[in-house]
């Protein structure tokens, strides 16, 4: 099946290029808790903006053998933590990409210090209702893994967003198509860069058309 993230899109692509040009050697990191879309979004993002998309939760697994679930069960989440910052430091130094990354990567000091010198952060703001329908689709959250999900959900909010808050962009992710979270964050860094949205050109016309002549507005082919 095609991914939507390779269907045309419906933001004109002058804008989402322009932006990734104003970004130079910065990566786009996109932060928040889980489930509230980083991945998904950050994908179609990549592909909107011509860059490459990386999850930096995929890559922790590729770097130790073993799922993320495996590695805390193993060795626990300050090991887990640990390896998560090296993954991001090293992603932070490949040059310009999109970077989804993991719901507590943002908590780490030094991770958040490394992504203000080398990246443009965004967090995506959720709603805990909007969590959790997303979370319980999945099995493999190991933070989640209580008797009270909710209830452990609502801590990590109340932990986190405050420093959430720190992030250069803020764009709320809720229940709608995946391209108009990608319009908001594009036109949310074209803001924040600068960077003006293209002018479309028109087509050439045969017909009578107004132009301007002197100050006077009149139709072409007609006398002033």
Known sequence: MTDVALRPSPEPAGLATAVAGALGRRALVLVGMMGAGKSSVGRRLAARMGLPFVDADNEIEAAAGMSIPDIFEAHGEDYFRAGEARVIGRLLADGPRV???GGGAFMNPGTRALIAERGVSVWLDAEIDVLL???????????????????TL????????????????TV??????????VDEIVA?????????????VAAPSEGPQAVVNDGQHVQKGSAP
């Not at 329908?133 to 209830?151: H, Q, W």
């Not at 709320?172 to 979270?181: A, E, G, K, L």
Request: zero cysteines; charged letters at 30%; proline letters at 10%.
């Open 188 to 200: 949310a860094l074209a803001g924040h860069l600068g960077v003006a949205r293209p002018v479309p």
């Open 172 to 181: 709320q992710s809720r229940d709608v198509p995946h391209d108009v979270i």
């Open 154 to 169: 609502a801590r990590l909010i109340a932990e986190r967003y405050p420093v959430y808050a720190e992030a250069t962009l």
């Open 99 to 101: 970077i989804a990354t």
């Open 133 to 151: 329908r997303r979370i319980r689709r999945r099995s493999d959250r190991p933070l989640m893994k209580t008797a009270d999900p909710e209830a």
